[in-house]
């Protein structure tokens, strides 16, 4: 079957860096997205993974081991607004993405 | 502005009513989407939509339908609405690279859907 695991809420500092670790089992695989949801709106892209390795985008970077099944998103310089939940989701085989639930990232002062 | 429209933006719905979300979109994206999104629960496909004329099943299609007459529109209908249906309801398209589906999704804001 497909499975997505990550974990349910972290909490940091603002300033400080957060590592969001993501597992997954799927039928075939296209590929690793992440995107961001604040509370009570839309989820928004923000990074790709389709090769082992890193991919820095700014504050964020994505990582992506495709023989562990794993990835993680990495937030550095931590700031307020980062606070929401962020999903990790694999591409299929059918080019389908498999959502996982979401880690809800709270920020603290 | 460029992007998903979806309407309404939150709906109180009797059981047994039959009930229409309506997506548009103008990004001329092929492939579009919708979800259901549940407390502690995923993004779940409930049906997708490759091309105009064409719609597949996702995840938990039943007790829905969706049409796509054309390229903008892709409305979901909830034939005979059950409580279990309450929740909120995402409609998405995806972006394309030299014809590819690259799996970047725009999302509409959503539809809150609560059936008593």
């Known amino acids: 079957g497909q499975n997505i695991d990550q974990p349910t809420e972290m909490t940091a500092t603002e300033g400080a860096i957060v590592q969001i670790n993501c597992t997954y089992q799927?039928?075939?695989?296209?590929?690793l997205f992440w995107y961001q949801q604040h509370a009570g709106e839309a989820p928004t892209f923000l990074s790709y993974?389709?090769l082992d390795g890193l991919e820095e985008k700014g504050r964020f970077s994505s990582f992506l081991s495709r023989s562990k099944g794993y990835s993680y998103l990495l937030l550095k310089e931590l700031q307020m607004k980062d606070s929401a939940s962020y999903l990790c989701?694999?591409?299929?085989?059918?080019?389908?993405?498999?959502w996982g639930a979401g880690t809800k990232l709270i920020i603290k002062p | 502005i460029a992007g998903i429209t979806q309407a309404p933006t939150s709906q109180i719905l009797a059981a047994g009513r039959r009930m229409t979300l309506r997506c548009t979109q103008d990004?001329?994206?092929?492939?579009m989407y919708w979800y259901r999104q549940d407390l502690g629960l995923g993004l779940r496909l409930i049906h997708y939509?490759?091309?105009?004329?064409?719609?597949g099943k996702g995840e938990v299609p039943d007790g829905y339908s969706v049409s796509r007459a054309n390229t903008d529109d892709f409305p979901l209908t909830l034939a005979s609405a059950v409580p279990s249906q309450t929740s909120v309801y995402f409609c998405?398209?995806?972006?394309?690279?030299?014809?590819?589906?690259?799996?970047?999704?725009?999302f509409g804001e959503g539809s809150r859907l609560t059936v008593l």
């Open positions: 998405a398209s995806s972006r394309e690279e030299r014809g590819e589906n690259t799996g970047e999704l725009f």
């Open positions: 993974n389709v």
């Open positions: 799927t039928s075939g695989f296209n590929g």
């Open positions: 989701a694999p591409m299929d085989s059918n080019y389908q993405l498999i």
């Open positions: 990004m001329r994206h092929n492939a």
């Open positions: 939509s490759n091309t105009a004329g064409t719609t």
